[in-house]
């Protein structure tokens, strides 16, 4: 087989392009398929998208040397709050409160757009010189002994090392790959949307955690927060119908006074929530990142954190491998990553599973263990600083060097 370049990516959303840039830089030929059009993914005015980027991805995108674009349009994460709380209401006790400070290495995160995340990526993948074949998709790849023939919807063929399946839960690369997964639906469904409000949040991500599903406040620039509500599902459908007045009415009892007069701001999205995790993260020639690899739920926010510790991950396998003189599509080399990646990414899927079934319910003897296990976290300053370093991604072992902020 002649190979035409290093690595294919299927999928253009966050994850792919982060991986391609960090391949490109060091040195890797790189191709990244889209089904969607560019401009889609890349219309410039706010429409309410949010990501919580833990410390180590910011890190990992100041390493490919697109922080400096992000850092103006980015909102510091530098307190996180917790508070359990009946049906319809906002007010309870606190039980829990995270100061950045405590653990001396900066934020604990940063929220940022979705438009200005991606544009930041597309830009960086032209400078690198990634090929960027947006509006069609990969359909079937063909295995050889030294490489993969990649099939695209528009009747041409791609020739690679190695084929990286970026393409979201229902995965192509995964499926075709003979890959299964395991998952539950947890019969909820999240409601997305930015509101502004008339208060300085000061930094602030607040947890709110109802018998529905938690309710997500978190900070961004100019008296704005994202907000991500999970709520049982016929309840959920029925709160996104409403017209927006209506919608805000429900939210408000729930939100809380603590931000003042609040009003919508942005489009409203909504999404089902379910686990679902790839059994493997390797096949031949292939392999699997971001929510092709682990669909978790929004409760903490890890989703794109998950992802980019993909890619952290990922990229210094095949670098290295390539330095090496290695087939970075070979069994060897993939077996590392996937060794590197599988126990951390299901731990920390199946730790959110556990904390959403605790909480969303109202049982009181469960409510008063609650309430007396973040108790005990606030109460102990060790404790308090472990969550922090993992709510930033700082509990890694080992540490992609990218989370770090080193280069390839």
């Not at 399946?165 to 949307?193: N, P």
């Not at 990414?345 to 969303?360: E, I, K, Y």
Request: aromatic share 4%; with cysteine; glycine share 12%.
């Amino acid at each position: 087989m002649s190979v035409g370049q290093d690595v294919v990516i299927a999928g253009g959303g966050l994850n792919g392009p982060a991986l391609a840039i960090a391949l490109a830089g060091a040195g890797l030929s790189v191709t990244v398929v889209d089904p969607r059009p560019a401009e889609s993914r890349a219309a410039p005015g706010f429409d309410g998208r949010a990501y919580a980027l833990a410390l180590a991805s910011q890190r990992l995108l100041a390493a490919l040397g697109i922080w400096p674009e992000l850092s103006p349009e980015s909102q510091p994460i530098l307190h996180v709050e917790a508070v359990q709380a009946r049906s319809g209401e906002a007010a309870g006790l606190l039980g829990l409160h995270f100061d950045a400070a405590e653990i001396e290495e900066g934020p604990l995160g940063y929220m940022i757009e979705d438009r200005h995340l991606y544009a930041a990526l597309r830009g960086a993948m032209a400078d690198r010189g990634v090929r960027h074949l947006d509006g069609r998709a990969v359909i079937g790849e063909t295995g050889g002994p030294d490489g993969i023939t990649v099939h695209l919807s528009d009747g041409s063929d791609l020739t690679s090392r190695l084929l990286i399946g970026a393409d979201g839960r229902a995965s192509g690369v995964q499926q075709r790959a003979g890959i299964k997964r395991i998952g539950w639906d947890y019969g909820q469904t999240a409601l997305v949307c930015a509101i502004a409000h008339e208060k300085p949040h000061h930094g602030t991500a607040r947890q709110v955690f109802l018998p529905g599903g938690p309710l997500a406040i978190l900070p961004l620039t100019d008296n704005r927060s994202s907000i991500v509500w999970s709520e049982a599902r016929a309840q959920a459908e029925a709160l996104a119908a409403l017209p927006d007045d209506a919608f805000m009415t429900a939210l408000r009892p729930r939100f809380g006074t603590q931000l003042g007069e609040i009003s919508l701001a942005g489009a409203r999205f909504s999404y089902p929530i379910g686990l679902t995790l790839a059994e493997r993260y390797v096949a031949p020639r292939r392999a699997l990142i971001g929510d092709a690899a682990h669909g978790v739920h929004p409760i903490a926010g890890q989703g794109l954190n998950l992802g980019l510790r993909d890619v952290g991950a990922l990229a210094e396998v095949l670098v290295e491998a390539a330095r090496r003189g290695e087939d970075i599509g070979s069994e060897a080399v993939l077996a590392r990553y996937q060794g590197w990646r599988r126990f951390d990414s299901t731990a920390l899927a199946l730790g959110m599973d556990t904390v959403n079934r605790l909480f969303s319910n109202n049982n009181p003897l469960l409510r008063m263990a609650r309430g007396l296990g973040m108790g005990a976290v606030q109460a102990v300053p060790a404790l308090r600083r472990g969550f922090m370093r993992q709510a930033a991604g700082l509990s890694i072992d080992p540490m992609p060097r990218l989370l770090t902020g080193r280069p390839l």
